[in-house]
């Protein structure tokens, strides 16, 4: 008597039609993503109200922007760990309530330097989690030829249109109720957290990962409900739940580590530039002649256009998966061109163009060069492959705002803001480029995520 075979989560996963599930899962994560990107930049638009009641020099208001994403970093770098072996549903769900718990103190308790600092620090471990798992999550569910575009409106849509809603609330609101009113609307987050406890699943790969079977069934029934009899009574293809003691030893392992340390390298310079640039734009704008107005509008900007550029990039990469580090580097080299150009050039319209040059690519090739990530591990190794790029980036974001700000302080004008983010971007698209079309080891058929 014949067995029927184990059924390959990720080739069903990868050759299903867009459904009700994937869509609802696919706004959830966007709206967690949103109030991440919210949080992540609203601090920019402090500063034109603390600097001086709480007498900053611009280092200090530098590490004002990289107080969260200190935070930041532990979260990215220590939640893979925890996400890859007790699951991605929960640890989510963690990082909202983290979120939200200190997004709202942030509001009602932050009154000076050191206390703003610390409660941002604690707001950036929750949001260390949200970004890469809400990459994870949409990475193992998308269809294989939808990958990238997938994931650029499921969590890059909400991501940027956080980064728009921070400058609007910075360039409308913050006028009139003071900057506490950027964090009394973060924590409308509250209710989202609540329907992500009702409606969010643990990942099917996950669930295969340690033979979660009753679960994986009622799962990928919803998913993909025209094969729901086909797997009543199925077994499903798993690599071992066991097999990867050490995250960080098998990411620097020699099947991986030519592609780990390029993606850091890249992080680490893509979010130097990406920080430094949101957290200075506006004051920097404001030195070079803006009006207040449209200095915080710059930041919207950027946000609008890297959305743009992320789902332009994103479609490209989908129609040839091996060519993206060229991609990339394309991007990249273009946005650092275009920044450099600031130290030479100015106006009003030369501003407009080159932020949402800079935006379009810059910002937008981070949101691509995160999936691509995702997309060179295997399971067990996704979620803490994903985090440690965004924790290794995120030393980059620290830096970015506090350098920059210590720079201006020492060259007393705003061109070094110019110099050292395009430079930042130009070399990172030399490291990424560097990969070529041996882009990524292709991990074992059942664990390989659709963003290969």
């Known amino acids: 008597m014949s067995t029927s075979p184990d059924i390959d989560v990720h080739e069903e996963l990868s050759g299903a039609a867009i ?15 949103l109030f991440d990107g919210y949080d992540t930049f609203n601090p920019a638009y402090v500063i034109h109200f603390v600097a001086k009641p709480w007498g900053l020099s611009p280092s200090q208001a530098g590490f004002l922007v990289s107080s969260g994403l200190v935070g930041f970093l532990f979260g990215a770098v220590g939640h893979g760990t925890v996400a890859d072996r007790l699951g991605r549903r929960g640890t989510l769900l963690a990082g909202l309530w983290v979120v939200n718990l200190f997004t709202l103190l942030t509001a009602t308790v932050a009154s000076d330097f050191w206390s703003f600092c610390a409660l941002r620090f604690a707001t950036g471990l929750g949001l260390g989690v949200l970004l890469p798992l809400g990459t ?21 849509l909400g991501w940027s249109l956080g980064g728009v809603c921070a400058g609007l609330v910075g360039v409308y609101l913050t006028p009139h109720y003071g900057w506490q009113i950027l964090y009394y609307l973060g924590a409308l987050s509250i209710p989202l957290t609540f329907v992500a406890h009702a409606v969010l699943p643990e990942s099917p790969q996950f669930l295969a990962a340690r033979r979660r079977t009753e679960e994986l069934r009622t799962l990928l029934a919803r998913l993909r409900p025209e094969r729901a009899a086909a797997y009543r009574n199925a077994t499903f293809a798993s690599v071992d739940a066991g097999s990867v003691p050490n995250p960080i030893a098998a990411l620097l392992s020699p099947r991986y580590r030519r592609v780990s340390l390029t993606i850091w390298i ?74 450099l150009a600031l130290v030479f050039v100015s106006g009003h319209g030369v501003n407009l163009a080159i932020v949402a040059i800079a935006g379009f690519c810059i910002i937008g090739a981070q949101h691509v060069l995160n999936n691509f990530t995702a997309g060179s591990y295997e399971t067990l190794l996704r979620a803490s492959g994903v985090g440690m790029e965004l924790g290794v980036g995120r030393v980059g974001a620290i830096l970015g705002p506090y350098v920059i700000g210590l720079l201006q302080q020492m060259t007393g004008g705003p061109d070094i803001v110019f110099w050292v983010i ?28 659709p963003a290969e």
Do not use: C
């Open 19 to 33: 459904g009700r599930l994937h869509i609802m899962l696919g706004i959830l994560i966007t709206l967690i993503t």
């Open 422 to 449: 395009g430079g930042a971007a130009i070399v990172g698209a030399f490291a990424i480029g560097s990969l070529g079309l041996a882009a990524a080891p292709r991990p074992a058929a059942i664990d390989t995520a």
């Open 136 to 156: 994870t999550f949409v990475n193992e569910l998308a269809p294989r030829r939808v990958s990238n575009a997938f994931s650029l409106w499921g969590v890059t």
């Open 266 to 339: 890249t992080a680490f310079l893509s979010l130097f530039a990406i920080f430094g640039l949101t957290g200075w734009i506006p004051t920097v704008m404001q030195k070079r002649g803006e009006t207040f107005a449209a200095s915080f509008g710059f930041g919207a900007l950027m946000q609008a256009m890297s959305f743009v550029g992320g789902l332009t990039l994103a479609m490209l990469a989908d129609r040839n998966l091996s060519l993206t580090p060229r991609y990339l580097a394309t991007w990249w080299l273009s946005g650092g061109i275009a920044v």
